[in-house]
């Protein structure tokens, strides 16, 4: 078996750098007051000899752990099956990756999950949380907040009793709607349905509800429940050819969805957009641009969105010192939406 060479020590650094332990120590773990002659000279003796801070040691200095949970609020075969995910998580890595931080993904596929969680948030082996994908009645803010762990929500929670307080990142939702609505009416469409998503997600209920701004005579068949997979939007637009045969428009509440609208669509024999329009929400590329024909949808930017999370979450901590409780939140944010344009409407 081949011998290991043994880890760099912090002596080792202070040796070669001609300073301080302490000084090494201060300049590792980020504190003031050394001069940036030997901070140049420290930061070399690291770069020479390889060495890695010992990540339990650091953090009784600085309070930190250099990590946050993303914690989704969805079953593993949803996140990796849905691009929505990949593209926030993918905001989020790098916002932390350009901070040091490690992401620690965690899932939740029931209950016993969101015990888990919890239990893992309250250990103390993160500095904060980003949690989304959030349901009605999940159980996960309460726990959070029980855990004392500050965090920062991807879509607006859907408390609304006024008892919780939220920092979150979301879309403006239902002005999107409105803007996707609007044009199809511009269009000319008069028969326009809507295939919601999951209702029990705060997204979902503004995009009905900016459906509803303008279409506020619909005929309430003219809206099927979906849950924002492509077999979703494929059961709802069946349903709603079953309901109403003569509609011309369809808004679906995201690509996905539409994706799953349109193979029925072409299945049926409908032409689209000759006979029926459709329009998404999301823009997400990878569905976007490749259904047939490409899909006119409402844009979020998704990765924005994720790095956005991280960022307050990071600036948050910065502010605090690292600890809970202290200093104040930063403010919710909602981010614009555009329309994009292509084929399907």
Known sequence: ??????????????????????????????????????????????????????????????????????????????????????????GISRELTAHDSQLVLLLTEGRADHARVGRYLAGGHVDGALVFSLHLEDPL???????????????????????RSAVYVDSDNRGGAREAVRHLVGLGRRRIA??????????????????????????PGLVVAGDFTPAGGERAMRELLGRCPDLDAVFAANDLSASGALRVLRAEGRRVPDDVAVVGFDDMLPVAEQTDPPLTTVRQDIEEMGRLMARMLLRGLDRRGGEPGAGGAPSSVVLPTTLVRRASA
Not at 37 to 44: A, H, K, S, T, Y
Not at 153 to 163: K, L, Q, S
Not at 194 to 219: N, P
Request: hydrophobic share 40%; net charge negative.
């Open 1 to 90: 078996m081949t011998e290991t060479a043994p880890r760099p020590t912090l002596e080792a650094v202070a040796a070669r750098a001609g300073v301080s332990r302490a000084t090494v120590s201060r300049v590792v773990n980020g504190g003031d007051g050394v001069r940036e002659p030997l901070v140049e000279r420290v930061r070399r003796a690291v770069e020479e000899l390889g060495y890695v801070p010992n990540q339990a040691a650091r953090s009784l200095v600085t309070k930190r752990h250099d990590a946050v949970a993303v914690v989704i609020a969805e079953p593993e075969t949803r996140v990796f099956a849905d691009p929505f995910f990949a593209l926030q998580l993918r």
């Open 141 to 163: 803010p309460e726990l959070v907040q029980r855990a004392g762990v500050p965090t920062v929500f991807g879509g607006r929670p859907g408390w609304g009793d006024g008892t």
């Open 194 to 219: 809507h295939i919601t998503g999951a209702l029990d997600q705060t997204s979902a209920v503004d995009r009905l509800d900016g459906f509803r701004d303008v279409m506020v005579d619909a005929d």
